[in-house]
């Protein structure tokens, strides 16, 4: 096996991408793995991964990456959202239901306020 080198992990990260849009989580998972083990600072990569594997249905790996981006970047709405999701996913509401307030105050993009159901206004 070569060495990997900074253009051969843009290609596996782009080929990754790619592989997610053509839902192979297991296919990007092998590209990823080599990408977030050559720079595990990359948070892009690590958010990529946490989709793959949210895409998998590997809920607890998702969940340990997606909080590792979140660790990173705690203003990251995608992120939160897909945190929420995961959790959802793994019938934790409660703890998805916060993820999901905390994605659309961050960005108040219609999917993220519709998956944060806060209460309607109560008229007076």
Request: aromatic letters at 8%; zero cysteines; proline letters at 7%.
């Amino acid at each position: 096996m070569s060495e990997a080198t900074p253009e051969t992990l843009v290609i596996e990260f782009r080929a990754a991408e790619q592989l997610i849009e053509a839902r192979d989580p297991r296919g990007a998972l092998k590209l990823l793995d080599t990408v977030v083990a050559a720079h595990p600072e990359n948070t892009a990569a690590r958010l990529l991964r946490a989709r793959a594997f949210f895409l998998g249905a590997q809920l607890r790996p998702a969940e340990m990456e997606f909080q590792t981006v979140l660790e990173r970047e705690p203003d990251n709405a995608f992120a939160h959202f897909a945190l929420g999701r995961t959790l959802q996913r793994a019938d934790r509401k409660d703890e998805a239901r916060r993820h999901f307030r905390l994605a659309a105050a961050l960005d108040p993009r219609p999917d993220f306020v519709e998956a944060a159901a806060f209460d309607p206004p109560r008229s007076t």
